[in-house]
T-cell receptor, first 113, second 112 residues
Framework: KQEVTQIPAALSVPEGENLVLNCSFT??????LQWFRQDPGKGLTSLLL?????REQTSGRLNASLDKSSGRSTLYIAASQPGDSATYLC????????????FGSGTQLTVLP | NAGVTQTPKFQVLKTGQSMTLQCAQD?????MSWYRQDPGMGLRLIHY???????DQGEVPNGYNVSRSTTEDFPLRLLSAAPSQTSVYFC???????????FGQGTRLTVV
């Protein structure tokens, strides 16, 4: 059974810092990994999708990397802003979970002005 | 382009009542799924569908039913609501198992 872990559970940084969020998964037989953002009381917004054959994806100030063999992904946020404050979730689609998404519990990010 | 639409946004039920949470998508996606989100437990899969007429159970299916008569709609039925079903419910859709997933805005359900 696929398990996804996100550490730390919460992170607080001053505005302008570069930061890294971590995601690990137990079964490396994944099809892809997706990073989401969730604001309080809202739904999930897709940030980046990395296919299993890819090493990284970039969108603006966000860069996600994937090391399938070691079961790890990182989300790098450059020059953080207070508007980046949210919960960040990673999810993997894998054969061991009937091709459905398995989620981590998320990292709650606070960027202080 | 509406994406994934869930209704209602909020609902309060009494124990034992039944109700249906609605989910509709306008992207012609084959894959649809229902999750519940509880504090400290992340999102857990309830039921999913890989096409019209095809559904299967996820991690936490007890107390819920689904059907998929059209590509667009994937309703979730609570048969007899229990306080343990108090949660936020999310519907998601994808074109295929290896494509980007899109989520609705969620339904916040309270069972008293």
């Amino acid at each position: 059974k696929q398990e996804v872990t996100q550490i730390p559970a919460a992170l607080s940084v001053p505005e302008g810092e570069n930061l890294v969020l971590n995601c690990s998964f137990t079964d490396s037989a994944i099809y892809n990994l997706q990073w989401f953002r969730q604001d309080p009381g809202k739904g999930l917004t897709s940030l980046l999708l990395i296919q299993s054959s890819q090493r990284e994806q970039t969108s603006g100030r966000l860069n996600a990397s994937l090391d399938k063999s070691s079961g790890r992904s990182t989300l790098y946020i450059a020059a953080s802003q207070p508007g980046d404050s949210a919960t960040y979730l990673c999810a993997v689609s894998s054969s061991g979970s009937a091709r459905q998404l398995t989620f981590g519990s998320g990292t709650q990010l606070t960027v202080l002005p | 382009n509406a994406g994934v639409t869930q209704t209602p946004k909020f609902q309060v039920l009494k124990t034992g009542q039944s109700m249906t949470l609605q989910c509709a998508q306008d992207m012609n996606h084959e894959y649809m799924s229902w999750y519940r989100q509880d504090p400290g437990m992340g999102l857990r899969l309830i039921h999913y569908s890989v096409g019209a007429g095809i559904t299967d159970q996820g991690e936490v299916p007890n107390g819920y039913n689904v059907s998929r008569s059209t590509t667009e709609d994937f309703p979730l039925r609570l048969l007899s609501a229990a306080p343990s079903q108090t949660s936020v419910y999310f519907c998601a859709s994808r074109d295929r198992f290896d494509t980007e997933a899109f989520f609705g805005q969620g339904t916040r359900l309270t069972v008293v």
